[in-house]
T-cell receptor
Framework: NAGVTQTPKFQVLKTGQSMTLQCAQD?????MSWYRQDPGMGLRLIHY???????DQGEVPNGYNVSRSTTEDFPLRLLSAAPSQTSVYFC????????????FGSGTRLTVV | AQSVTQPDIHITVSEGASLELRCNYS??????LFWYVQSPGQGLQLLLK??????LVQGIKGFEAEFKRSQSSFNLRKPSVHWSDAAEYFC????????????FGQGTILTVHP
């Protein structure tokens, strides 16, 4: 099925550990982004990319790294996990013109202990 | 700065009553505007979107929204709410220097009483 696929769905990390959240889309969308969702704060943009090899910071980029080596994949790396990074993470993609809206993945629930 | 604001954190309505969820935006030019719905533990589903043209936009599940430039608003409405509409609703916008960056409001939780 076409769409945005996120893995894993759930993850528990210890403080200081690193990990990568995976995001893949098969719609040939140029634009991909990562959001974190925390209660009462909506979704906040972490990093985004407008195409392979191009990434930029969003509203809350500290503690996260991204790369975009292909159009399809946009992994999010937590360098040294902290309890403040406990959240639900969503990946989204769209055409660059955004005229078809944004497609979201089903989310990754991350707990850092 | 570009922003989207949802003034109501939590709204409670009775089943069958009408619904209006408020959304205000702040953009230099006319933004793209969206409404998403999220059920507990689920992802986000697009209800409707506004890009240009007709200011009254129809969406899925019987929802509609009206773009009002003079009030910088994009309120979501439904004439008769069903218990299955209970969820969290997010208004979002993109525009200005980058139509790719989507900015979300804080969300409105809708509770429906039988």
């Amino acid at each position: 099925n076409a769409g945005v696929t996120q893995t894993p769905k759930f993850q528990v990390l210890k403080t200081g550990q690193s990990m990568t959240l995976q995001c893949a889309q098969d719609m040939n969308h140029e634009y991909m982004s990562w959001y974190r969702q925390d209660p009462g704060m909506g979704l906040r943009l972490i990093h985004y990319s407008v195409g392979a090899g191009i990434t930029d910071q969003g509203e809350v980029p500290n503690g996260y790294n991204v790369s975009r080596s292909t159009t399809e994949d946009f992994p999010l790396r937590l360098l040294s996990a902290a309890p403040s990074q406990t959240s639900v993470y969503f990946c989204a993609s769209s055409r660059l013109t955004a005229d078809n809206g944004y497609t979201f993945g089903s989310g990754t629930r991350l707990t850092v202990v | 700065a570009q922003s989207v604001t949802q003034p109501d954190i939590h709204i409670t309505v009775s089943e069958g009553a009408s619904l209006e969820l408020r959304c205000n935006y702040s953009y230099g030019a006319t933004p793209y505007l969206f409404w998403y719905v999220q059920s507990p533990g689920q992802g986000l589903q697009l209800l409707l979107k506004y890009f240009s043209g007709d200011t009254l936009v129809q969406g899925i599940k019987g929802f509609e929204a009206e773009f009002k430039r003079s009030q910088s608003s994009f309120n979501l409405r439904k004439p008769s709410v069903h218990w299955s509409d209970a969820a969290e609703y997010f208004c979002a916008g993109s525009g200005g220097t980058s139509y790719g960056k989507l900015t979300f409001g804080q969300g409105t939780i809708l509770t429906v009483h039988p």
